[in-house]
């Protein structure tokens, strides 16, 4: 299913692409951030060597095969503004579970839809997935409103599904199956 380098997504705006120890100084400004960090399992990291392990958890995941990691980067400049991911590879069901956070000085640009759009035609066209999956804490308007905005079904509530922070949330469970996304829009498998 995974092959054994990252490739590079181009998109109009945007590279996704693997994330090395180069881009440490971006990292920590993503993850060190409480907004970014608000519905997510971490809390907001406090120093470089935390992004470190964050870079080194990205590659073994993806040696393992776990999950793929891209870093979003802007074409012009090649520098970081946040992460992309599919993991929880599930083979029999051609199932898997996209994230994403995006650097907060970089919200509400539309950087987070080209992503996830890019992936996820990346996990049907290159990956053969049928189903996509997300999970966001409620609360998460902007992420649920990425999804819808790209064809994901918000399908229900998984009941204290993660624990965020030390306490048991909910999750929001969205997905895409292949055939919404080619009904969604002028999708080219």
Same mark, same amino acid.
């Given at each position: 299913?995974?092959?054994?380098?990252?490739?590079?997504?181009?998109?109009? *705006?945007?590279?996704?692409?693997?994330?090395?120890?180069?881009?440490?100084? +971006?990292?920590?400004?993503?993850?060190?951030?409480?907004?970014?960090?608000?519905?997510?399992?971490?809390?907001?990291?406090?120093?470089?060597?935390?992004?470190?392990?964050?870079?080194? *958890?990205?590659?073994?995941?993806?040696? %393992?095969?776990?999950?793929?990691?891209?870093?979003?980067?802007?074409?012009?400049?090649?520098?970081?503004?946040?992460?992309?991911?599919?993991?929880? #590879? %599930?083979?029999?069901?051609?199932?898997?579970?996209?994230?994403?956070?995006?650097?907060?000085? +970089?919200?509400?640009?539309?950087?987070?839809?080209?992503?996830?759009?890019?992936?996820?035609?990346?996990?049907?066209?290159?990956?053969?997935?049928?189903?996509?999956?997300? #999970?966001?804490?409620?609360?998460?308007?902007?992420?649920?409103?990425?999804?819808?905005?790209?064809?994901?079904?918000?399908?229900?509530?998984?009941? +204290?599904?993660?624990?965020?922070?030390?306490?048991?949330?909910?999750?929001?469970?969205?997905?895409?199956?292949?055939?919404?996304?080619?009904?969604?829009?002028?999708?080219?498998?």
């Amino acid at each position: 299913m995974l092959s054994d380098k990252i490739e590079n997504i181009k998109t109009e *705006r945007l590279i996704l692409r693997e994330i090395t120890k180069d881009d440490v100084n +971006e990292i920590f400004e993503i993850f060190s951030d409480e907004d970014v960090a608000k519905f997510d399992w971490f809390a907001p990291i406090k120093d470089i060597d935390a992004a470190l392990k964050f870079i080194q *958890r990205y590659k073994e995941s993806f040696e %393992e095969k776990e999950e793929i990691t891209w870093g979003i980067a802007l074409k012009e400049t090649n520098k970081l503004i946040g992460i992309c991911c599919l993991g929880n #590879f %599930e083979s029999d069901s051609r199932r898997a579970e996209i994230g994403y956070d995006i650097k907060k000085t +970089e919200w509400n640009k539309g950087y987070a839809t080209e992503s996830v759009k890019a992936i996820t035609e990346y996990g049907f066209n290159k990956l053969n997935l049928n189903r996509i999956e997300a #999970f966001i804490t409620p609360g998460n308007d902007a992420s649920v409103k990425v999804l819808k905005n790209l064809g994901y079904t918000q399908e229900g509530i998984v009941r +204290e599904r993660d624990l965020i922070k030390g306490k048991l949330e909910d999750g929001i469970i969205m997905a895409i199956l292949k055939r919404d996304m080619e009904n969604f829009y002028d999708f080219k498998s």
